[in-house]
């Protein structure tokens, strides 16, 4: 059975039967909230999805990991203490970040105590049904660049990061652009922000280096110059 071509990419049945169906931004954000999806584990203890905050007509496109329990409180990603530091990084390269971006997550549920199940495969299969909302909004919001905050959110738009080897360092691959057929410049893999709060004296110069690293593609995302704090 043939897929639908959406932005040049086959998507296959079983992505298209998970789509929302909306035709805005706006219109996915409602839906999804209110869909009371129940196709992964995290759905049992979750108090509500967490959609989407930032702007829709960003160039930018964020990915975290998932909603902690002030985002479940918000209904809006990175509004808790990684998303106050989240703010801080990129306050320090002129980046305001709900009009500069558009900010989703891998995972729209709180996982139990904020941890993802220690299966591997229980993740990756939550992590799976969760992408086809993920591949709706990238078909939506058509960004030029897509940030990857953290391993997950990496893992689940770069194929060969190797999330399920025990050796693979995030240290080599982080601060780099990878490229995808997701967005025109790709895939800028980061430090995820709840890694930084925890030594952000020592981690927060290494992720605005990163940034600065890529200013060229962040600025023609933009459509303007970066102020580097
Ligand atoms: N961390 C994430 O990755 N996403 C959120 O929404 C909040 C914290």
């Keep these: 059975i043939k897929g639908k071509i959406i932005m040049g990419r086959q998507l296959s049945l079983f992505e298209d039967i998970n789509r929302i169906g909306a035709t805005s931004l706006a219109e996915f954000r ?3 909230a209110d ?3 129940t196709k992964c584990i995290l759905s049992e203890s979750r108090a509500r999805i967490v959609v ?3 702007s829709p007509d960003a160039n930018i496109m964020v990915v975290g990991r998932d909603p902690g329990s002030v985002e479940e409180k918000t209904g809006r990603p990175f509004t808790g203490p990684a998303g106050l530091c989240f703010d801080r990084l990129f306050d320090k390269v002129g ?9 989703s997550n891998t995972f729209r ?8 199940p220690s299966s591997v495969n229980v993740v ?3 992590m799976k049904q969760c992408k086809n909302y993920l591949m709706e909004e990238i078909d939506l919001l058509k960004p030029s660049l897509i940030v990857a905050l953290g391993k997950e959110a990496f893992a689940n738009l770069y194929d060969k990061f190797p999330y399920q080897s025990t ?3 995030v240290g ?3 601060g780099n652009l990878y490229p995808s057929d997701l967005s025109k410049y790709g895939i800028l893999f980061l430090y995820h922000p709840a890694y930084i709060v925890r030594n952000e004296n020592a981690l927060s110069p290494i992720f605005v280096r990163h940034i600065v690293k890529h200013i060229d593609v962040i600025e023609k995302s933009l459509g303007r110059g970066l102020v580097i704090k």
């Design 30 to 32: 409602d839906k999804l």
């Design 35 to 37: 869909s009371n999806c």
């Design 52 to 54: 989407s905050r930032g």
């Design 95 to 103: 980046i305001v970040t709900n009009q500069d971006m558009y900010i």
């Design 109 to 116: 549920c709180r996982p139990p105590n904020n941890k993802l």
């Design 124 to 126: 990756l299969h939550c």
């Design 167 to 169: 050796t693979t360092k």
């Design 172 to 174: 080599d691959w982080v």
